[in-house]
C-alpha cells in the first residue's frame, strides 16, 4: 500500500455530481496539482475535511470544471490514509478526464473495494464493517439498511467482541495462575471456567440464531409460488416484479420451466421463483418442469400456495397445501379475486396458515399479502440494527466458535485438566478473529471484495 490509487467513485451514467476519489502517501499533492482553489491557496495548504471551490483542471492544464475539493490526512480519514476528493458536474466525459489529469501525476487506478480494503487493513474497519459496506451498498428495504448502517457502525462487532473478551479473560485467568504462582491470585476453579463457557455459549448460540434472520435481511427470502396450472403464479410474479417476468396465457401449463425475480414486498425482499404448475405430467419436458418445482418448493424458505379462488378448492390443492407446510412457511392465496368467487372450503388445519386474497388485475390483497409476509419474517426493531450476522461467512465462524466452547465444556464435564480443554477455548478465539478479521487470510478477503465495485 505504498502507492496512490485514484478511481471515480460515482455511477457510470450521467448525474447532477460526480466525484473523483484518491488515497495513498502522494493523494493530496495529486490532486493540488490538478485542482486551483479559487482563493489563492493551494490545495495542500486547505484545512482538512473543509469543502474547498476552484477549477479543476485536465492534463494539459486546461480547465475542464468548476469543482469542490476535500482533502483529509491520515490517519483520520476512511483509508486510514492521506485520501482527497474532487466533486465536479456529473458528466462521464468530465469525470474521465479529470481522472486522466491525476493518473498523469504517478497515481493508479483503483481496483474493485481497494479503498475499503486499505480501511481494513490499517485498522479502520474490522471485516465485518467492510462487508456491511457493500450490503449497505446493495441494500433494498428499510431493515437492509438499518442492519448494514449499523454493523457499519460497528453493533456486530461489539456484539462479537463481547464473546472474545470473555474467553480472553479466561485464558489470561489460567495463565496468570500458571505463570505467576507465588502471586496472590485466585485460583483458577472449574465452577469459574464453567460460568464462563456457558456466557460464551449462550452468546454464541444467540448469535448464530441471529443468521436465519439476518441472511434474508441481506439477500432476500427465496420464496416459491406453487400451485395447479392456471393458479396465477405468473401473473402475481409479474405483480411482484413490476414487469412482465413470466408469460402469462389462459393455457393451463403455460411455464415449463422455474422463473426467477427478486421483488420488494412491503419491507421485506423476497427471491421469487415462479414454478410451473405441479400435476401429472403429460410429456418429458413438462414432467422436467415439475421436478424443478418440486426442488423448488424443498429449497424456499417461504412458499405461497396459489389456488383459483373462482375455481372449486380439489383434493390436488390440498395435497399441495399439506406439502408446502411440510416444508417451509406456507400462506394460501386466492387468487383471481375480481371473478365471481367459488364457495371457500372449510380447513381444518393446525396450524392454520394465513389467507389472503388477491387480484393482480386490480391490486386488490397484495398490501395484506406484504403484512402476512412481514408477519412471518420481522424486520426486527432498532434494538437489534446492526447485529445480525447475515452471510455465510460470518456463519461459519461463528459456528466453529460454538463448536469449540461446546467441546470445552463438555472436557470439563469429563474431568480434563484446564490446560487441555483451553485448547479449545484457544480455536473458539481463533474463529472469532475469523469473524472480525483479527485472523486474515487472503482468500477469505479477495472473495469478500469481489463483490465491490471500483471507487469503494
Request: with cysteine; net charge negative.
Amino acid at each position: 500500500m505504498s502507492d496512490t490509487i485514484a478511481a471515480i467513485a460515482t455511477g457510470p451514467a450521467p448525474g447532477a455530481i460526480g466525484i473523483v476519489r484518491l488515497s495513498g502517501p502522494e493523494a493530496i499533492a495529486a490532486a493540488t496539482a490538478v485542482f486551483r482553489p479559487a482563493g489563492g491557496l493551494r490545495l495542500e495548504q486547505c484545512r482538512d475535511r473543509r469543502l474547498v471551490y476552484g477549477t479543476l483542471l485536465g492534463t494539459d492544464g486546461v480547465p475542464i470544471d468548476q469543482a469542490l475539493a476535500t482533502i483529509s490526512h491520515g490517519p483520520r480519514s476512511y483509508t486510514g490514509e492521506d485520501t482527497a476528493e474532487l466533486q465536479c458536474h456529473g458528466s462521464p466525459m468530465v469525470l474521465t478526464l479529470a481522472l486522466e489529469a491525476l493518473l498523469a501525476q504517478g497515481v493508479r487506478q483503483a481496483g474493485p473495494g481497494e479503498f475499503t480494503r486499505r480501511a481494513l487493513l490499517n485498522g479502520r474497519l474490522d471485516l465485518m464493517q467492510a462487508e456491511a459496506v457493500a450490503d449497505l451498498m446493495e441494500a433494498e428495504t428499510p431493515g437492509a439498511v438499518r442492519q448494514a448502517a449499523g454493523q457499519l457502525a460497528g453493533a456486530l462487532s461489539r456484539r462479537v467482541g463481547d464473546i472474545y473478551d470473555g474467553l480472553v479473560d479466561l485464558l489470561a485467568h489460567f495463565h496468570a495462575v500458571l505463570d505467576y504462582p507465588d502471586e496472590d491470585i485466585d485460583p483458577f476453579r472449574s465452577d469459574t471456567i464453567k460460568a464462563g463457557l456457558g456466557r460464551a455459549r449462550s452468546a454464541l448460540e444467540a448469535l448464530l440464531a441471529s443468521y436465519s434472520r439476518g441472511r434474508y435481511l441481506a439477500g432476500g427470502i427465496p420464496c416459491a409460488l406453487i400451485g395447479r396450472p392456471n393458479a396465477g403464479k405468473s401473473s402475481l410474479l409479474n405483480a411482484l416484479a413490476g414487469y412482465e417476468r413470466a408469460i402469462v396465457t389462459p393455457i393451463p401449463g403455460t411455464t415449463r420451466d422455474t422463473v426467477e425475480a427478486r421483488c420488494r414486498l412491503g419491507n421485506v425482499t423476497l427471491r421469487v421463483i415462479d414454478t410451473a404448475g405441479i400435476r401429472d405430467a403429460a410429456d418429458e419436458v413438462e414432467r422436467i418442469g415439475v421436478a424443478r418445482s418440486r426442488a423448488a418448493l424443498e429449497e424456499a424458505a417461504l412458499v405461497l400456495l396459489l389456488c383459483d379462488g373462482s375455481v372449486p378448492f380439489t383434493e390436488e390443492d390440498a395435497d399441495l397445501l399439506a406439502q408446502a407446510m411440510s416444508h417451509a412457511p406456507t400462506i394460501l392465496v386466492w387468487t383471481k379475486g375480481d371473478l365471481p368467487a367459488a364457495p371457500i372450503p372449510v380447513l381444518h388445519l393446525d396450524p392454520m396458515p394465513p389467507v389472503v386474497e388477491v387480484s393482480v388485475k386490480t391490486g386488490q390483497g397484495l398490501e395484506a399479502l406484504a403484512e402476512a409476509v412481514e408477519t412471518l419474517f420481522p424486520t426486527g426493531g432498532q434494538g437489534t440494527a446492526g447485529e445480525l450476522l447475515t452471510n455465510l461467512r460470518q456463519a461459519q465462524a461463528a459456528r466453529r466458535a460454538l463448536e469449540g466452547v461446546a467441546r470445552a465444556e463438555a472436557g470439563l464435564e469429563a474431568g480434563v485438566t484446564p490446560d487441555a480443554l483451553l485448547t479449545d477455548v484457544e480455536e473458539a478465539l481463533s474463529a472469532l478473529g475469523e469473524l472480525t478479521g483479527a485472523n486474515l487470510r487472503e482468500d477469505i478477503t479477495a472473495r469478500i471484495f469481489e463483490r465491490f465495485c471500483v471507487g469503494k
